[in-house]
């Protein structure tokens, strides 16, 4: 069994630092945590700026003080992208932080409700992926999930972006074969109830293989579990699917799919497993005042 984990899709702003400590514990070495939507709708540029800089910055540190190598896409979702006069602002800033350090890519970016808007925004933010050189992180839509999701595959090649730099997230039974045959990544959000449930995952690869899939929880202030992705790999050996195929799903292909940004390498976390408590960020810990840990005792 691997004990080793890349949570390609996590929203940790939302989550706590017992999550933090779970996860590590669970094996969990490595996360991407793409920009979204915060629940409410944000009404300036400069919120979007501050939290932009709260995923290069703080969040990259909170998690490093716990044993975890944190990386982020930048990108103006699609849900916010139907107010235009705050959408042209945001694509003024987001070209200050898609090459930051830590930054793996374009994200989470498509479609919502499949608005004209939502396509420009989109649109716009493949071309600057395309200057970049940066790979691509789709949110397919919820609701009309098959067209939404062939038509963001549509999209993506009329800007003569190659397949193989766009993962294609939150998808389903329906829409994963389409997803392959053409040459994308095929990205699955293990939720608790809804969406895709760890025991569908099991039988989607054992249907499909382990070839361009990647398990993630998408955890965010809903609903969700922050141990989506060990929890189904452990899933995954009770129902007899291979090891190999349990760290390419898990692990492997997150890492070289978001590795062509030239920002993630698994010598981020494998030549380095030290955690001192006693940094600080801009003055501040995580420990609220309380006793610093080290690499052997921070984990419960």
Not at 180 to 189: E, I, K, M, V
Request: charged share 25%; aromatic share 8%.
């Amino acid at each position: 069994m691997i004990n080793m984990f890349i949570d390609p899709h996590i929203h940790m702003t939302s989550r706590t630092t017992d999550d933090y400590q779970a996860m590590r514990e669970a094996g969990i070495v490595a996360i991407i945590e793409p920009a979204f939507w915060l629940g409410q709708p944000r009404t300036t540029a400069g919120s979007f700026q501050d939290y932009y800089s709260s995923l290069v910055g703080w969040e990259r540190f909170r998690a490093s003080q716990f044993g975890i190598k944190h990386y982020c896409t930048i990108g103006l979702n699609s849900k916010e992208a139907n107010n235009e006069a705050l959408a042209e602002a945001v694509m003024e800033i987001l070209p200050l932080f898609a090459c930051k350090e830590g930054v793996v890519g374009i994200g989470e970016i498509g479609f919502d409700d499949q608005t004209d808007l939502e396509e420009k925004y989109f649109r716009q933010q493949l071309e600057l992926a395309k200057e970049l050189n940066l790979p691509v992180q789709i949110h397919t839509p919820h609701r009309d999930k098959k067209r939404g999701t062939a038509r963001s595959m549509d999209v993506i090649l009329e800007h003569g972006i190659d397949p193989g730099l766009v993962i294609i997230d939150h998808n389903n039974e329906e829409t994963v074969r389409e997803v392959l045959d053409r040459g994308f990544w095929c990205a699955f959000t293990i939720y608790p109830y809804t969406k895709m449930g760890n025991k569908r995952m099991v039988s989607v690869v054992q249907r499909f293989g382990s070839e361009r899939i990647i398990v993630d929880s998408s955890a965010d202030w809903g609903i969700s579990d922050p141990l989506a992705v060990p929890k189904t790999a452990g899933l995954m050996a009770k129902s007899g699917i291979r090891e190999e195929d349990i760290r390419l799903t898990c692990y492997q292909n997150a890492l070289t799919a978001y590795g062509q940004s030239g920002q993630m390498n698994e010598s981020d976390w494998s030549d380095d497993e030290s955690v001192d408590q006693r940094q600080l960020f801009e003055g501040n810990s995580v420990l609220r005042g309380q006793r610093p840990g080290t690499t052997t005792n921070i984990i419960r």
